[in-house]
């Protein structure tokens, strides 16, 4: 998995009828955009995130140019 800050993780329901979470990525603790991230999910909590088979990257920020 790779983020960057600006980046949101959505997290699936483990249940019916309740809806993912999101989370903001704010904080990018590992080597070149890997886990661990600090986050700040919808509610307003923040937490260290190291992401499961359950979590996806929404990506937010701008795409690197290539050279």
Known sequence: M???SGDWLVASSH???EPARQ???LEVRGDKGSPPYYV???DGHESLVYPG???T???HHKP???S
């Open 2 to 4: 790779h983020a960057e």
């Open 15 to 17: 249940r019916v009828g």
């Open 23 to 25: 989370a903001e990525i």
């Open 40 to 42: 700040r999910w919808a």
């Open 53 to 55: 088979s359950d979590i």
């Open 57 to 59: 990257v929404e990506y």
């Open 64 to 66: 690197r140019k290539r």
